[in-house]
């Protein structure tokens, strides 16, 4: 069996979500659920803090009341509670290096509910091992009828974005088995610059760009993904190049699918931080769908 998939939970609408897309994941692949809360509250200066029991009590509620909610839409489902001392950024980058992957609640535009918020969410995507996808209320998705349960929009398609020039093997296959554990298509889009010799100076008409560079572009993008569509061929794949902003084209894209795959590039030891990059960033904050970003060397 693979490693449990695990969910963040801290009692609100965004974590529910969470751990609803996570349940509906974890059965796709035939694996656990492990729900995951931490109890240590982040100080404030002048705040007045709670005890260490009393804190724990109340995480240990909530806890209990996901763990009860899941249990009761899944029945079928192996589901884990783990209440963990410790700060959330602590918890979940420990939780998600154990996990195949990690599901966070999100409000989207302005950042994380609850427990995450501004840069202790941005911390968890950019230290976290294992992909992470963000998940909004309404936004996770129902199984259909005579359907496997899906994860994040059933019947919807799975958009990838990737690099085609520098393309990361651990984005490409996440995509691509999510495509097919749902039976959805998936659809490559790729965003290319035109380069400074088709450019234009402002207030002039530009010129047309030269078809042979757009094939050239399109050819680049097919024989990336020829390989993985050997690979997985149940997976109807529709590919797409154009120019214009990456992230800007995503987010388009996130509103009419299921399931958008991000990568984020890993640095070396001592470059941790909260940097994503400006497509990861766009898209986690204005996609309206499940964003899943996958690290990659």
């Given at each position: 069996?693979?490693g449990?998939?695990?969910?963040?939970v801290?009692?609100?609408?965004e974590?529910l979500?969470?751990a609803?897309?996570?349940?509906q994941?974890?059965l796709l692949?035939?694996?656990s659920l492990r729900?995951?809360?931490a109890?240590e509250?982040k100080?404030?200066?002048?705040?007045?803090?709670?005890s260490?029991?009393?804190?724990?009590?109340w995480a240990?509620?909530?806890?209990?009341?996901a763990e009860?909610?899941?249990?009761g839409?899944h029945p079928?489902?192996?589901?884990t509670?783990?209440?963990?001392p410790g700060?959330?950024v602590e918890a979940?980058?420990?939780?998600a290096?154990?996990?195949?992957?990690l599901?966070?609640?999100?409000?989207?535009?302005?950042?994380?509910?609850?427990?995450?918020?501004g840069s202790t969410?941005?911390?968890?995507?950019?230290?976290?091992?294992r992909?992470?996808?963000?998940?909004?209320?309404g936004?996770?998705?129902?199984?259909?009828?005579g359907?496997a349960?899906?994860a994040?929009?059933a019947?919807r398609?799975?958009v990838?974005?990737?690099?085609?020039l520098?393309?990361s093997?651990e984005?490409?296959e996440?995509?691509?088995?999510?495509?097919?554990?749902?039976?959805?298509?998936?659809?490559?889009s790729?965003?290319?610059d035109v380069p400074?010799?088709?450019r234009?100076?402002?207030?002039?008409?530009g010129?047309?760009?030269d078809?042979?560079l757009?094939?050239?572009?399109?050819?680049?993008?097919t024989?990336?993904?020829?390989p993985?569509r050997?690979?997985?061929?149940?997976?109807?794949v529709?590919?797409e190049?154009?120019?214009?902003?990456?992230g800007?084209?995503?987010?388009e894209?996130?509103?009419?699918?299921g399931?958008?795959?991000?990568g984020?590039r890993?640095?070396g030891p001592g470059?941790?931080?909260?940097?994503?990059?400006p497509i990861?960033?766009?898209?986690?904050?204005?996609a309206?769908?499940?964003?899943a970003?996958?690290?990659h060397?």
């Amino acid at each position: 069996m693979a490693g449990p998939i695990a969910a963040g939970v801290d009692g609100s609408l965004e974590s529910l979500a969470a751990a609803d897309w996570a349940a509906q994941e974890a059965l796709l692949r035939g694996t656990s659920l492990r729900l995951v809360q931490a109890w240590e509250w982040k100080v404030h200066p002048g705040a007045v803090v709670p005890s260490d029991e009393t804190q724990r009590d109340w995480a240990a509620r909530l806890l209990h009341e996901a763990e009860e909610r899941i249990t009761g839409l899944h029945p079928d489902l192996a589901v884990t509670a783990e209440l963990v001392p410790g700060t959330p950024v602590e918890a979940l980058l420990s939780s998600a290096a154990h996990a195949e992957m990690l599901a966070l609640g999100s409000r989207g535009l302005g950042g994380f509910i609850g427990f995450l918020l501004g840069s202790t969410g941005l911390e968890i995507l950019a230290g976290a091992e294992r992909p992470v996808v963000l998940v909004r209320p309404g936004e996770q998705g129902e199984s259909e009828p005579g359907r496997a349960p899906g994860a994040g929009g059933a019947g919807r398609e799975v958009v990838l974005g990737l690099d085609a020039l520098r393309p990361s093997d651990e984005v490409i296959e996440f995509a691509f088995e999510a495509a097919d554990r749902r039976r959805v298509p998936l659809r490559a889009s790729y965003t290319w610059d035109v380069p400074p010799v088709h450019r234009y100076a402002a207030g002039l008409p530009g010129p047309t760009i030269d078809p042979r560079l757009e094939a050239e572009q399109r050819s680049v993008l097919t024989e990336v993904l020829k390989p993985w569509r050997s690979k997985f061929p149940d997976v109807e794949v529709g590919e797409e190049a154009v120019t214009g902003r990456a992230g800007h084209r995503l987010v388009e894209a996130a509103a009419r699918s299921g399931l958008v795959v991000v990568g984020r590039r890993v640095h070396g030891p001592g470059r941790r931080g909260t940097h994503l990059g400006p497509i990861a960033h766009a898209v986690i904050h204005h996609a309206r769908c499940p964003v899943a970003v996958v690290p990659h060397p």
